[in-house]
């Protein structure tokens, strides 16, 4: 994985412009606020754990419970991972946007870590890495980690750019392998660090660009978020 140090938010522009240029078909992004390991919430904490059978557990029980507080249909086990996953169900799902600006949000909005660096994380690839939704193959048992196109019924989907890695529990090695372990996906990764002192002032220019947290969270919490940091944060 390359990595790359930013100088402040000019230069990540530049950065990204010359990722544009390398003409993949799928370029991907993700922000991070520390330095940690490329993995779906649900294999955090203990990646070594195979967690299949309770993850389709806690995603009947998932879609017994929240019927009643639903406002759609949903069909597949795809669909419904990308719904729970929104209201923090621990999925096999881990998040990355098509919108390069809502990673570097993501990366530098947690105001308690704003005096440590922070990371955007660029993943370059091509179709041949597209989970093949018409196969009608169950997330819990794909071959190998692949990239989830999902369907635009999700707000924050929308908003947000969304797409997603879909990991696989290997046997083989015993694991849930971090992307930059994954032998597929290792050289597709790129790291841009991104300057603490620089945060505060990346924030305010993004949200010139409309990418704040109302336009992230488009509901009332994101309003709220917004206005907070609007009012209150320091000049």
Request: net charge positive; glycine share 2%.
């Amino acid at each position: 994985m390359d990595r790359i140090p930013i100088e402040n938010f000019e230069h990540f522009l530049q950065e990204i412009a010359k990722i544009q240029k390398a003409g993949n078909e799928i370029v991907l992004y993700r922000g991070q606020a520390d330095n940690k390991e490329l993995l779906p919430n649900i294999a955090r904490n203990q990646r070594k754990e195979d967690s299949t059978k309770m993850e389709r557990k806690m995603l009947e029980d998932f879609k017994r419970r929240s019927v009643l507080l639903m406002d759609r249909e949903i069909r597949t086990d795809w669909e419904w991972l990308v719904y729970a996953q929104h209201f923090e169900l621990k999925t096999r799902l881990l998040d990355w946007s098509s919108n390069p600006l809502t990673a570097l949000w993501f990366a530098c909005q947690n105001e308690y870590k704003f005096n440590q660096n922070s990371y955007v994380y660029i993943l370059q690839s091509d179709n041949t890495m597209i989970v093949d939704l018409t196969k009608n193959e169950s997330p819990f048992e794909i071959k190998k980690t692949r990239i989830l196109r999902p369907s635009l019924n999700n707000v924050r989907v929308i908003a947000q750019a969304g797409w997603f890695t879909a990991h696989k529990y290997s046997k083989t090695d015993g694991q849930f392998t971090p992307l930059e372990q994954n032998a597929e996906m290792k050289d597709k990764l790129t790291q841009l660090e991104i300057p603490a002192k620089e945060k505060k002032e990346i924030l305010k220019k993004l949200s010139i660009f409309g990418i704040n947290n109302r336009t992230i969270f488009q509901d009332l919490t994101g309003l709220c978020k917004h206005l907070n940091w609007k009012y209150t944060r320091e000049n």
